[in-house]
């Protein structure tokens, strides 16, 4: 089972990893990566398509990504699908059908955000049998409603209403949450109080696991840089040095050279 790598590293207290993948290329390549978990999120709306919210992100665009994603990955690696806000916050049937199409993509689970106005919904699916994994703190989806990308549950009652919903997801039967943009002590506390694998994103180190969006980790994103964002690689810098010495060596009729021509 794939996602047998959320319980076992909670278990024996070694720290989960996940990012997010849209394509068959990259996962092509990030196979062969330690990376124990991936994530078709709902963020490629804004990295792949330009888009300034997660909003626009469909189905019908998750499904495609995702199952781009399981052809690089291949069967054997964690793979999970953000499923698009409008679709969960329609009918229950909708829902439903949008979860059906990433999971016949190749999703191994879905991932929803929130929990007010569809506990219904989470435990629905989940008895049906398929994996969820919940979303906490910010939810980009929400950001209309949130008043913008900010820290939450900085304040005694937001925290105590995370915790209190992240019980929930567990009692329903969520197998590991992502906490987005939340104070280090209360991701930490929520980590420590739950037996739910705690992902964390802007939530400190004292969780059970990290998630970052592969563009923001590679150092592909040259105009955004959030705090909890770190770039591990200068991938923007490589690829323009690269190009630029493709174009120097065209002009300079360096390239193609006898051995890229045929004779
Ligand atoms: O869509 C996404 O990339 C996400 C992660 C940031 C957790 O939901
Ligand atoms: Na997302």
Same mark, same amino acid.
């Not at 997010?20 to 330690?34: G, K, P």
């Not at 049937?93 to 929990?115: F, H, N, P, Y």
């Not at 989940?126 to 990308?149: K, N």
């Not at 923007?236 to 021509?261: L, M, N």
């Given at each position: 089972?794939?996602?047998?790598?959320?319980?076992?590293?909670?278990?024996?207290?070694?720290?989960?990893? %996940?990012?997010?993948? &849209?394509? &068959?290329?990259?996962?092509?390549?990030?196979?062969?990566?330690?990376?124990?978990?991936? /994530?078709? !999120?709902?963020?490629?709306? %804004?990295?792949?398509?330009?888009?300034?919210?997660? /909003?626009?992100?469909?189905?019908?665009?998750?499904?495609?990504?995702?199952?781009?994603?399981?052809? !690089?990955?291949?069967?054997?690696?964690?793979?999970?699908?953000?499923?698009?806000? /409008?679709?969960?916050?329609?009918?229950?049937?909708?829902?439903?059908?949008?979860?059906?199409?990433?999971?016949?993509?190749?999703?191994?689970?879905?991932?929803?955000?929130?929990?007010?106005?569809?506990?219904?919904?989470?435990?629905?699916?989940?008895?049906?049998?398929?994996? +969820? %994994?919940?979303?906490?703190?910010?939810?980009?989806?929400?950001?209309?409603?949130?008043?913008? &990308?900010? +820290?939450?549950?900085?304040?005694?009652?937001?925290?105590?209403? %995370?915790?209190?919903?992240?019980?929930? $997801?567990?009692?329903?039967?969520?197998?590991?949450?992502?906490?987005?943009?939340?104070?280090?002590? $209360?991701?930490?506390?929520?980590?420590?109080?739950?037996?739910?694998?705690?992902?964390?994103?802007?939530?400190?180190?004292?969780?059970?696991?990290?998630? /970052?969006?592969?563009?923001?980790?590679?150092?592909?994103?040259?105009?955004?840089?959030?705090?909890?964002?770190?770039?591990?690689?200068?991938?923007?810098?490589?690829?323009?040095?690269?190009?630029?010495? &493709?174009?120097?060596?065209?002009?300079?009729?360096?390239?193609?050279?006898?051995?890229?021509?045929?004779?």
């Amino acid at each position: 089972m794939n996602l047998q790598v959320f319980t076992d590293g909670k278990a024996h207290g070694r720290k989960i990893t %996940m990012m997010t993948c &849209y394509d &068959y290329s990259s996962a092509r390549i990030l196979r062969q990566s330690a990376v124990d978990a991936f /994530l078709v !999120g709902d963020s490629l709306a %804004m990295t792949l398509y330009g888009h300034d919210s997660t /909003l626009p992100a469909t189905t019908e665009m998750m499904a495609r990504h995702t199952a781009a994603v399981r052809k !690089g990955l291949g069967p054997d690696r964690a793979l999970i699908a953000d499923l698009p806000f /409008l679709e969960h916050r329609g009918s229950l049937d909708r829902a439903m059908d949008a979860v059906r199409a990433l999971m016949v993509a190749g999703a191994d689970a879905v991932k929803l955000e929130g929990i007010r106005g569809h506990e219904a919904l989470v435990g629905h699916i989940v008895e049906s049998g398929i994996p +969820v %994994m919940g979303h906490l703190g910010l939810t980009p989806q929400a950001v209309h409603g949130l008043g913008g &990308y900010r +820290v939450q549950g900085r304040d005694k009652a937001a925290a105590e209403a %995370m915790i209190e919903q992240a019980r929930t $997801l567990q009692e329903q039967g969520v197998f590991a949450l992502v906490l987005e943009c939340v104070p280090e002590k $209360l991701a930490a506390t929520i980590a420590a109080q739950l037996e739910l694998p705690v992902i964390g994103i802007g939530a400190g180190s004292d969780v059970d696991g990290q998630v /970052l969006v592969q563009q923001d980790l590679l150092g592909m994103n040259l105009d955004f840089s959030p705090r909890f964002v770190r770039a591990f690689a200068a991938t923007a810098e490589d690829w323009i040095g690269a190009v630029d010495e &493709y174009c120097r060596a065209v002009q300079e009729k360096r390239f193609p050279a006898a051995k890229e021509s045929f004779q």
